[in-house]
Structures are given as structure tokens and as C-alpha cells.
């Protein structure tokens, strides 16, 4: 008897730690226009990259600082003229942080490509890898090249990328700045989805992916989507058994009453007390001309495995944060 209260008092301590490591938040997260956001932890902080070169630093998935611009005082890459920097991947292979974007001008579907960039440190600067670019949409064969996401499976790297013209992995090289072959690349979804992540939980992989206009304030569409497969390559599958490859999908994050075009999300995190964690962009209703906002929320599961959010949409009220 005396075992067991003396197990159930270090019970009770240790939960009552855990609530007081986790912190209450609002969201967004970040108030101002930081889209498409990649993130990566690195000892006790977490490093968040966006659209826009911005690079943000927080030790809580909550308060961020910001950093720096990914290429200040560095050389920026010049494979499209007139770019812009949209939607970074952040990764570390082999003790070097590797940035994947993508550049592109809008509307530039047959020139946009995918470009790498190399630091020894997540606060960058980052070096650009020769021009900058890992291939463009001539080179590859598919329109819109865009939206870059690495994910290493059984020992081997890949790309994921696309936008509103199919979904598509290929295989990169050991150091990963490379393309081991540009005909061997492999489609995953149709032509509804841009913006895909795919994360691998016990036997399942989810494809997370955004559909819609993301970028027209108060008037967009976008929301975040998902399917899920026991193959990284496929086919992926919604609830309902319809495939990804034919337009289908099971929505995660809809729009509500303080949120508009919910999507792009980052990798999901996992805390301390082993729940996962997505940061999005949204536009605050009524104030887009803030720009995309960063959102925080909790990713739920059912016991079939189904990833969900509280009421399929943005939180809008208090919420008790991650235990980081």
C-alpha cells in the first residue's frame, strides 16, 4: 500500500511539472506575414523558415523572434529572373542545414524550380548550392515546380514537391543537394493539391497537402487536406478510400469566423508529453492586409488513426500550449 501512494504521489508531481512547462497561447502565433512555414528543432529551440527569406527563432512553439533574412550579405540565387522565394523546407543531413525552395515569379508555371541552399548554422546565412538550383519545371517535366518537402525513408532521401499540376517525389543524392536521376521521378496526388508534407506514424503514411486559391485575403479558399497510404509512394488513400492520384481527400482545416485560408502547414512537431503539433498559415478574417499569419494547434488522432483538429478548423480562444 504504502508502494503504491508513494508511486501515485510521483504521478501527481510529475503531471503538475508538466502543466507547468506548457503555457497558454492564442493564436496566431506569429502576427505577421510569415507564410508556408518549415521548422526544425535544434537543442531546445525550434526554428521556423517562411516565405519572404524570414527566418524566426522560439524555445516554445509559441513566442518567436525573429532571426534574420536567409540570404543576408550572401549571393541569392538567379535561376529565374525577377524571383520570388516562396515555400523553404528546412533540413539537416550529414551536419549541414539544408534549405530546399522553391523560386519562381507569379504565374511562372514553366520557369519556376526547386533550389538548395547550404549553413552550418539554422540562423543561416545560407550559401547558395552552384546557381541555386536543383532543377526547374523544363527540366523535370512538371509544370509549377514548387513547394519543396524532404522526407528520408529506408535509408533514402527524396523531394516531394508540386502545385495544382500533380503531386511528385523523386530520389536525391547521398549528400542530398543533388538529383540522382530527373526521369525516375514518381506522382503521389492529382492536380486539386499543392504544398505536401508526408509524415510517417506507426504503419501509416499521411499526405498532407493544401487546396484552394491561398492568397486572396478575406476571398481564399485554401484549407488543408490529407490522405494516407502504407507506402511512401503510395497510392494514398481519404476515409473513404478514394485516391489522392484522382482529386480526392479528407479535409483537416476549414475556415471559421476569425480565420480565412488555413494550410501549408510545417512538419508536425511532437512535445514531451508525445502529442503533435502543426504550425499553418492563416489570414486573421478582416485583416488580411497583415499579411499570412502563423497558427499553432494540436493534431489529434482517432483510434483508426485518422489525424483531426478541434472543430476542423483554426483555434480561436486559449489554449493550453505544448510541453517542450
Not at 264 to 290: C, E, F, P, Q
Request: net charge positive.
Amino acid at each position: 500500500m504504502k508502494n503504491e501512494i508513494q508511486f501515485f504521489i510521483i504521478l501527481l508531481i510529475l503531471f503538475k511539472s508538466s502543466l507547468l512547462l506548457t503555457k497558454p497561447y492564442i493564436n496566431p502565433v506569429i502576427k505577421e506575414d510569415a507564410p508556408d512555414p518549415s521548422v526544425i528543432k535544434v537543442g531546445k529551440n525550434y526554428y521556423l523558415y517562411s516565405t519572404g527569406e524570414k527566418i524566426f527563432k522560439s524555445s516554445d512553439l509559441i513566442n518567436w523572434k525573429f532571426v534574420r533574412r536567409v540570404f543576408e550579405g550572401k549571393p541569392r540565387p538567379s535561376f529565374v529572373k525577377v524571383n520570388s522565394y516562396w515555400a523553404p523546407c528546412i533540413t539537416k543531413q550529414n551536419n549541414l542545414y539544408i534549405l530546399y525552395f522553391a523560386l519562381s515569379v507569379w504565374g511562372g508555371i514553366d520557369t519556376a524550380g526547386i533550389g538548395v541552399a547550404t549553413s552550418k548554422s539554422p540562423e543561416g546565412p545560407f550559401d547558395i548550392v552552384g546557381n541555386g538550383k536543383l532543377f526547374n519545371s523544363g527540366e523535370v517535366g512538371v509544370k509549377n515546380s514548387i513547394d519543396p518537402y524532404f522526407i528520408e525513408d529506408n535509408e533514402k532521401k527524396y523531394l516531394i514537391w508540386g502545385s495544382f499540376y500533380g503531386i511528385y517525389g523523386i530520389e536525391l543524392t547521398k549528400d542530398g543537394t543533388k538529383v540522382k536521376n530527373i526521369k525516375n521521378k514518381f506522382k503521389l496526388g492529382g492536380t486539386y493539391f499543392e504544398a505536401a508534407y508526408i509524415f510517417k506514424r506507426n504503419k501509416y503514411y499521411y499526405l498532407f497537402a493544401s487546396i484552394g486559391s491561398c492568397c486572396e485575403g478575406d476571398n481564399s479558399k485554401y484549407q488543408t487536406v490529407v490522405g494516407r497510404s502504407d507506402n511512401l509512394k503510395g497510392p494514398y488513400l481519404s476515409k473513404n478510400g478514394s485516391q489522392m492520384l484522382s482529386n480526392q481527400f479528407t479535409v483537416l482545416l476549414s475556415p471559421n469566423k476569425k480565420f480565412v485560408g488555413p494550410g501549408h502547414n510545417s512538419r508536425i512537431v511532437k512535445d514531451k508529453n508525445k502529442k503533435t503539433w502543426m504550425l499553418y498559415h492563416a489570414y486573421l478574417r478582416g485583416k488580411t492586409n497583415i499579411g499570412r499569419t502563423v497558427c499553432l494547434d494540436e493534431v489529434k488522432w482517432t483510434k483508426d488513426n485518422w489525424p483531426y483538429f478541434e472543430d476542423n478548423s483554426p483555434s480561436s480562444t486559449k489554449r493550453v500550449g505544448p510541453y517542450v
